[in-house]
């Protein structure tokens, strides 16, 4: 039986003499795109100094099909430009299990806010140390090889032996390990709460797959379903059928069949099971009551497994302490398990260890974007201005990107200013209304450009942008109306301060900005008015005033959409109907609705 030694529990052994570990630098920080199809391993140490139970480097390695090497991913060592550090116990080998969004845009990984070679109080191992001491740190890494590790967890809840994390588009992310229960954030913030599990709970992978939430365990809770789909609280379900002695790490499901687990639609699941004959590979298939085993093959030491599957074969790629291997089952679907033989496709080096996989994340061409400020679901109060941040880079070079904006809602688009990778823009609230509202930002480099956003919500009254008529109803004489050329007043019951605007002067305008849904124009008409032309947003028509009995002429546009600003100019044209005795235009009054 595999050894359970640092599996089971808090790890208290205190740890040898700590040897210092050279910062990641920024060369290494700087990586490729990933490749899609290749696979990508937690790596734990930098092979400087033999692991112990002292925080030690995190490295993400990724390989190609055939076992290339294609690049190393370095995660921080040092805190910079808003992220943690993020080591990984030496020789804490139930920890360092990663896994690819549903969305495939990222890598979910975890570890410890650390320096390497830092140990817990007394030289223990950061697993026993309380996460108040030493947060736990979530990070996400995109398709660019960019890394972001601003979310770090110190309150209740938290587990203490950090294994694990997962996402579904990289805003909200859950978490768990041993020690603790399963716990959900979001990206950037430091404050977390309990979806299922508690303080006792030993729990190791988790994962969104069918757009349902697992989570493996140890010995208790071997794999289950997390609440449904992808909650914010929930309980522990078992799936039926699996061993009462399973020690399950890692683990891949597949739809292969018309049968399905639920509403997952998934049928085929492998496990990287620890409880027998050193490591298995185990294969169960859905019944459409209960999982059933389809067999097992030895892989010693076996932790992390991904699949990939093309038709009805299944390939999986495994880790072990010390390897990356493949094995192929030919017919996923069928009820047994006889893969191919396996091939090691990498070795860790000396002093280091490998831990989960993942395949390699993807996403269109582009810079990466993670909005930093403001969080996820924060109030925005109507009259302020927000200072939006976000960490923009370029796959290989971070200083590609040539340009990024933010807006709010409906509201226009500002121009961020940088500093180093971080860039921060002003974006005014003025003209939005209450309620849920939305942050975008957009970056761009020489590939392309990149759009993310965020929900936030929107409090307080709307504030109606300065120098516009808000909802009402206005003579053309209010000092909001700008006029040019030669005007003069005139008595009008349909205004409503009983003058309105006239001018007989070609090219005199009247101009107006109104914040609404709609606009009502009023005019007065006589034998002696002309032609005006009336521009709504740049939009014209010509109007004739001309009328016998002098009766009013009322002109409506609805404007559709979310509330904003728009712009009208009325202008005299010096022309008129053939009929009439004068040019004059006879402005009453203008309505803005709400």
């Known amino acids: 039986?595999?050894?359970?030694?640092?599996?089971?529990?808090?790890?208290?052994?205190?740890?040898?003499?700590?040897?210092?570990?050279?910062?990641?630098?920024?060369?290494?920080?700087?990586?490729?795109?990933?490749?899609?199809?290749?696979?990508?391993?937690?790596?734990?140490?930098?092979?400087?100094?033999?692991?112990?139970?002292?925080?030690?480097?995190?490295?993400?390695?990724?390989?190609?099909?055939?076992?290339?090497k294609v690049q190393s991913v370095a995660l921080p060592t040092a805190a910079a430009e808003g992220n943690h550090r993020l080591t990984a116990t030496g020789q804490s080998r139930s920890e360092g299990l990663i896994d690819r969004s549903s969305d495939g845009r990222f890598l979910a990984v975890t570890g410890y806010d650390a320096a390497p070679g830092a140990t817990g109080t007394g030289g223990v191992s950061l697993a026993a140390t309380d996460p108040t001491a030493t947060p736990r740190v979530l990070g996400l890494v995109d398709a660019n090889g960019t890394v972001d590790t601003t979310t770090e967890l110190a309150d209740a809840g938290t587990a203490k032996i950090i294994r694990s994390a997962t996402t579904t588009k990289g805003e909200r992310l859950w978490a768990t390990g041993g020690n603790g229960g399963i716990v959900t954030t979001t990206r950037g913030s430091a404050a977390s709460s309990t979806v299922a599990g508690n303080a006792a709970?030993?729990?190791?992978?988790?994962?969104?797959?069918?757009?349902?939430?697992?989570?493996?365990?140890?010995?208790?809770?071997?794999?289950?379903?997390?609440?449904s789909g992808t909650p914010t609280s929930g309980s522990l379900t078992d799936l039926t059928g699996l061993p009462d002695n399973l020690l399950t790490y890692g683990y891949a499901f597949a739809d292969l069949t018309s049968a399905g687990f639920g509403s997952t639609g998934l049928d085929t699941l492998y496990i990287a099971d620890g409880s027998s004959r050193g490591g298995t590979i185990d294969k169960y298939r859905w019944n459409g009551t209960t999982w059933t085993s389809a067999g097992d093959v030895d892989v010693p030491g076996a932790f992390g497994v991904v699949a990939n599957v093309t038709g009805n074969s299944v390939s999986l790629a495994v880790t072990t302490p010390t390897q990356l291997v493949t094995l192929t089952d030919p017919n996923g679907a069928a009820a047994s398990f006889s893969p191919t033989a396996t091939t090691v496709l990498a070795t860790a080096g000396a002093n280091t260890e490998f831990r989960g996989v993942a395949l390699a994340p993807t996403a269109a061409v582009g810079p990466s974007a993670f909005i930093r400020t403001p969080g996820v679901g924060s109030t925005v109060t109507l009259g302020s201005t927000l200072s939006v941040k976000a960490y923009a880079a370029s796959a290989g070079d971070v200083d590609h990107v040539t340009q990024v904006q933010a807006k709010l809602g409906s509201g226009e688009y500002v121009t961020a200013t940088k500093s180093g990778h971080v860039w921060t823009a002003q974006v005014p609230t003025s003209g939005l209304a209450a309620g849920a509202s939305t942050v975008t930002v957009q970056a761009t480099d020489p590939a392309g450009t990149t759009t993310v956003t965020r929900s936030v919500t929107l409090t307080g009254k709307t504030v109606v942008?300065?120098?516009?008529?808000?909802?009402?109803?206005?003579?053309?004489?209010?000092?909001?109306?700008?006029?040019?050329?030669?005007?003069?007043?005139?008595?009008?019951?349909?205004?409503?301060?009983?003058?309105?605007?006239?001018?007989?002067?070609?090219?005199?305008?009247?101009?107006?900005?109104?914040?609404?849904?709609?606009?009502?124009?009023?005019?007065?008409?006589?034998?002696?008015?002309?032609?005006v032309k009336v521009t709504v947003d740049g939009k014209s028509t010509t109007v004739d005033l001309y009328n016998k009995a002098g009766k009013p002429l009322s002109k409506s546009w609805t404007f559709k959409g979310a509330l904003k600003s728009h712009t009208v100019v009325v202008s005299v044209l010096g022309t008129k109907n053939t009929a009439s005795k004068g040019v004059a235009a006879l402005l009453a009054a203008l309505k803005v609705k709400a």
């Open 1 to 68: 039986m595999r050894t359970r030694l640092r599996v089971l529990g808090v790890a208290t052994a205190t740890a040898v003499a700590a040897v210092a570990v050279p910062l990641v630098t920024s060369s290494e920080a700087h990586a490729a795109r990933f490749t899609g199809g290749d696979v990508v391993v937690y790596r734990v140490g930098s092979g400087a100094s033999a692991l112990s139970n002292a925080a030690a480097p995190v490295f993400l390695d990724e390989y190609g099909p055939t076992g290339t």
């Open 465 to 531: 942008p300065k120098g516009n008529l808000a909802a009402g109803t206005y003579p053309w004489t209010a000092k909001q109306v700008k006029v040019t050329g030669t005007w003069s007043t005139y008595k009008t019951s349909h205004s409503p301060s009983g003058k309105g605007r006239t001018s007989v002067k070609k090219k005199s305008s009247a101009t107006a900005k109104v914040f609404g849904h709609g606009l009502t124009l009023t005019f007065d008409r006589s034998v002696k008015a002309g032609k």
């Open 201 to 227: 709970s030993n729990l190791s992978a988790l994962t969104v797959q069918g757009n349902q939430l697992f989570s493996s365990g140890i010995l208790t809770n071997r794999l289950a379903a997390v609440g």
